[in-house]
């Protein structure tokens, strides 16, 4: 049986008596599997220690060990009582571990923030390294999975000190309760045994698959638009924490969750049969980013706009390519055209004085030349008048240097001064010869052989990526139309950029030698 097909079965029997929980149950699975850590967010009795009830069961011969913290829960609750027997006639401080976190495969553990610190300390070893310490010696635990609950995130007060326990755990989820009616009405009325082994035994997970699988999952590929989407989330990230707004509001991710992170992206590749993590897997990354439930939109929106701006944008940038086919057009241009552009200089309609072009005022429109000329980038008070004597002038107004040339400003308006042609603009075009044209041929199939070459890489993405889109365990196929968004424009950019090149080739091929007048 198929690794995908044997989890599939497996998460559908874990699944037996649990209504809308299956995405919490796939993403305990997964965590799992990839030797991680998992937080649940939840008011009470939404099924969180249910979920870890009914995964021991995904492992051959699974224990579970779960306990619901307090203010005054001592490490005997969690880790075993000190031996007695070893203490007396041996004078070792050891705990007699069996039934008890350290010999559990499945340990959920409950209001995990009530918790004192030497457990929480302990717990760190544990999470992490898979060991602890019991006496003298350091023992090796089978824990498989770790799920802690809460209904409430870190007080504020401590959030400092259980800083390094909270980014032990990788995935963090909301849990809510039942919505449709129809589920309700089935967990309220059919009888349900959580303690009853529902899982077949030829689909559990055996102490040999899970290190097998773990050798394979640490040589899973990472494509690259996988790394680019990582560090285009990284930037977007740091552009959020920048703003002043979220001062208080930083999304901390470490270099050390990075890094599970990517593993538990391989690790979902891995169970859904594929030798690569692909753009879909990306999706996981938005339930390990939050550190406030404040956090869970914006982080998921984060991780959704870089795959879908860029998963694959990065692999197929087509800057370069279209900064060439400026100066392609640039340099046929430059070899074809003679431009001599139109030129003109202020008319002088009456003497002494210039008009002013299209101005509102009916009369107010003629400036002296003295005046004009006198004119500079600060405002100073102007006469403006309204015939070209000066027995009749108007009013005194605000006036400047314009931006452009012939221009004023008016109490903060541009106008034009009124000019005449003193020289028509003329382009002349040359018809390129045969060896140029042949040139210039050439360097458009090498644009189109570039352009061929990344539709057909993309089309490989298009192949391999679309037959896994809506199949992935662990994730909503609903994500999958924004990936088939993303790779419609990213070959519609393509598409645009050889419409662009023929359109190049199309006019240096109609050319001829002419003049014409410029407007």
């Known amino acids: 049986m198929a690794v995908k097909q044997r989890i599939q079965k497996l998460l559908k029997e874990l699944n037996t008596g649990i209504y809308e929980k299956e995405e919490v149950m796939a993403l305990s699975l997964l965590s799992a599997v990839a030797g991680e850590s998992i937080f649940l967010l939840g008011a009470p009795g939404v099924a969180k220690s249910l979920i870890a009830r009914r995964l021991k069961y995904a492992f051959e011969r699974g224990k579970a060990f779960e306990y619901l913290m307090n203010r005054f829960s001592t490490p005997d609750e969690i880790f075993g009582p000190v031996s007695i027997k070893e203490l007396k006639e041996r ?20 209001e ?12 760190l070893t544990v999470i992490n390294e898979k060991k602890y310490r019991n006496g003298a010696q350091e023992i090796d635990i089978p824990m498989k999975a770790l799920i802690s609950a809460s209904n409430e995130l ?3 007060d401590k959030k400092k000190e259980l800083e390094a326990l909270w980014d032990r755990f990788l995935i963090r989820l909301e849990v809510e309760g ?7 009405n089935l967990m309220i009325s059919e009888k349900l045994d959580s303690y009853k082994d529902t899982v077949s035994a030829d689909v559990k997970i055996t102490s040999k698959d899970f290190v097998e699988w773990s050798e394979v999952i640490d040589k899973i590929e990472i494509p690259e638009n996988v ?8 930037k977007k990230i740091q552009l959020h924490n920048d703003k002043e707004v979220n001062k208080d509001n930083q999304i901390y991710i470490s270099d050390r969750r990075w890094r599970k992170i990517v593993r538990l992206l391989r690790t979902s590749a891995f169970l859904n049969d594929r030798k690569a993590v692909d753009l879909m897997d990306c999706f996981l990354i938005k339930d390990c980013l939050w550190n406030e439930d404040t956090q869970i939109e914006t982080v998921k929106k984060i991780v959704n706009d870089s795959i879908e701006q860029y998963g694959y944008k990065l692999q197929f940038d087509l800057k370069s390519l279209k900064d060439e086919l ?19 200089d202020l008319a002088d309609p009456i003497s002494g004085y210039y008009e002013l072009e299209n101005y509102p005022a009916t009369n107010d429109k003629f400036i002296s030349k003295v005046n004009y000329e006198q004119l500079t980038s600060k405002e100073q008070d102007v006469t403006l008048y309204s015939r070209h004597s000066t027995s009749y002038p108007s009013n005194i107004w605000q006036i400047k240097k314009g931006k452009d040339e012939f221009n004023i400003s008016v109490n903060g308006t541009e106008h034009k001064i009124k000019t005449t042609i003193t020289k028509e603009g003329r382009q002349f075009t ?17 644009y189109f052989t570039v352009t061929t070459q990344q539709k057909n890489e993309l089309e490989q993405y298009r192949k391999k ?3 896994y889109l809506r199949t992935n365990i662990f994730v909503n196929p609903d994500w999958a139309d924004i990936v088939e968004s993303h790779l419609k424009e990213a070959l519609k950019e393509i598409e645009i950029c050889e419409v662009e090149i023929r359109a190049i080739q199309n006019g240096y091929k109609r050319l001829e030698t002419e003049e014409i007048v410029i407007k």
Do not use: C, M
Not at 112 to 122: E, M, P, V
Not at 227 to 234: A, E, G, P
Not at 430 to 446: G, I, L, Q, S
């Open 465 to 467: 990526d679309l037959e």
């Open 178 to 184: 039942i919505k449709e009616k129809s589920n309700f």
């Open 112 to 123: 995990i923030w009530k918790a004192g610190s030497s457990i929480q300390n302990s717990l």
């Open 91 to 110: 004078d070792k401080y050891e705990r007699v571990v069996k039934d008890y976190l350290p010999a559990a495969d499945v340990v959920f553990l409950d």
């Open 154 to 156: 870190p007080d504020k």
């Open 227 to 234: 790394f680019n989407v990582i560090d285009v989330i990284r």
């Open 326 to 344: 400026h100066e392609f057009q640039e340099g046929i241009e430059k070899e074809t055209q003679i431009i001599y552009p139109r030129e003109e």
């Open 430 to 446: 040359k018809k390129p010869n045969a060896f140029t044209e042949a040139a210039w041929d050439k360097e458009v199939d090498r």
